[in-house]
C-alpha cells in the first residue's frame, strides 16, 4: 500500500519561503513520477510540479517558475518543493502525488495521493 505523507506548510509573510517534503512508502519506486498540486479554497485543484523518481525530468507550472523548485532524494524516498518569493495567491492546500507512470501535469493521471499541507502566505 503506497503512502505519502507531506510535511512543511505553515503560514509565512509575503516574499518569504517554505520547503515542503513528500515521503513515500510502500513500494519499489523507479519508474514513477512524483508531483505537487495545489488547491484553494472554492477552486479545483491545480499543477504545481512534477519530477521523475529518475530525476531526469522536471517541470514547473508557469504561475511558479522561477520561485519553485522541484527535487527529490531517492535514499530517503522523500520528494521536496523548495518554495521562494512566496505570494498570497499562493495560498492552498498543497498535495503530494504518486504517478506510476511519465511525467504529466494532469490531475486525473495520478494514482495516490497525500493528505495535504496547508500553506498560508499573508500579505
Known amino acids: 500500500q503506497v503512502q505519502l505523507v507531506e510535511s512543511g506548510g505553515g503560514l509565512v509573510q509575503a516574499g518569504g519561503s517554505l520547503r515542503l517534503s513528500c515521503v513515500a512508502s510502500?513500494?519499489?519506486?523507479?519508474?514513477?513520477?512524483m508531483g505537487w498540486f495545489r488547491q484553494a479554497p472554492g477552486k479545483e485543484r491545480e499543477f504545481v510540479a512534477a519530477?521523475?523518481?529518475?530525476?531526469?525530468?522536471?517541470y514547473e507550472a508557469d504561475s511558479v517558475k522561477g520561485r519553485f523548485t522541484i527535487s527529490r532524494d531517492i535514499t530517503k524516498n522523500t520528494v521536496y518543493l523548495q518554495m521562494n518569493n512566496l505570494k498570497p495567491e499562493d495560498t492552498a492546500v498543497y498535495y503530494c502525488a504518486l504517478r506510476m507512470g511519465e511525467l504529466t501535469t494532469l490531475t486525473s493521471t495520478y494514482d495516490y495521493w497525500g493528505h495535504g499541507t496547508q500553506v498560508t502566505v499573508s500579505s
Open positions: 510502500g513500494r519499489t519506486f523507479l519508474y514513477d513520477t
Open positions: 519530477i521523475t523518481w529518475s530525476g531526469d525530468s522536471t
